[in-house]
């Protein structure tokens, strides 16, 4: 299994990612963390899910509405859907542990200097870094 890297596309998204993260916090004074937006929508009477919901539905919508215009995006997942369900049960249960993910500990809590983020930040790259290594290079041969 391969991954295309493309530099430029690397570049430019993790400039609009930064953005993003900055307008949220200079014009809602709001962390830009995917888990807390969408534990606040389904909070019951929280005043703040019309804006929560529309950065989810503006995260889904972009991509979607970029192959419309015909960009195109490199995407195979090599395993079975029951796996990739599983998988994603084990990060929700990691996600309510570690008190959030990458959107908000890497690159807003680092941001802030938060030594919480530090380390769940270095938790989870070291679990990556495990978890490929592993998968590629353990159980593959």
């Known amino acids: 299994m391969t991954t295309d890297f ?3 596309a690397a570049i430019i998204g993790g400039i609009l990612i930064g953005l993003g993260t900055v307008i949220l916090m200079a014009f809602n004074g709001r962390i830009a963390g995917m888990t807390a937006m969408l534990g606040g929508i389904l909070e019951p009477k929280n005043p703040d899910t019309g804006w929560r919901l529309a950065f989810l ?3 889904v919508a972009a991509p979607f509405l970029a192959t419309v215009i015909g960009a195109e ?3 195979a997942a090599p395993t079975t859907g029951p796996l990739l369900v ?3 049960l084990i990060v929700g249960v ?3 542990y570690g008190s959030g993910w990458t ?3 890497g690159i807003c809590g680092l941001a802030r200097l938060s030594p919480r983020s530090l380390v769940a ?3 989870f790259m070291a679990s990556t ?3 490929v290594t592993l998968i590629r290079h353990g159980f593959a041969g």
Do not use: D, E, K, N
């Open 6 to 8: 493309t530099p430029y």
């Open 57 to 59: 539905v503006g995260a």
């Open 73 to 75: 995006f490199a995407f």
């Open 86 to 88: 599983l998988g994603g």
């Open 94 to 96: 990691g996600v309510t």
């Open 103 to 105: 959107s908000g500990h």
């Open 121 to 123: 930040t270095v938790t």
């Open 129 to 131: 870094f495990a978890t």
